[in-house]
């Protein structure tokens, strides 16, 4: 089992970045799929998910701004960030959650910053 995420790095505020994380090794069309995020200091925080029926959710800082899409046939999920603002600045992690599992990614790092 493996979630591996790319498309972190450093942007300047208002700029835009997408996360993908390409999942193997389970059937990835019947997990919930969740991405979070710790800024330095802090808990780790749930930012988007989706479910195996494509309900979506949000935590309120983030609404208008990200998106969170999955793409079954290719087992990945995708999270685009526009407007981006220096309190976005965290390591972002892919999860991915049935009904015991719990799969996390290692992480990928998004600086916002002028």
């Known amino acids: 089992v493996q979630l591996v995420e790319s498309g972190g790095g450093l942007v300047q505020p208002g700029g835009s970045l997408r996360l993908s994380c390409a999942a193997s090794?389970?059937?990835?069309?019947?997990?919930?799929i969740n991405w979070y995020r710790q800024a330095p200091g802090k808990e780790r925080e749930l930012v988007a998910r989706?479910?195996?029926?494509?309900?979506?959710y949000y935590i309120e800082s983030v609404k208008g701004r990200f998106t969170i899409s999955r793409d079954n046939a290719k087992n990945t999920v995708f999270l685009q960030m526009n407007s981006l603002k220096t309190e976005d600045t965290a390591v972002y992690f892919c999860?991915?959650?049935?009904?015991?599992?719990?799969?996390w990614g290692q992480g990928t790092q998004v600086t916002v910053s002028s």
């Open positions: 999860n991915a959650r049935g009904r015991v599992e719990d799969y």
């Open positions: 090794g389970f059937t990835f069309s019947r997990y919930t």
């Open positions: 989706m479910s195996t029926t494509d309900y979506t």
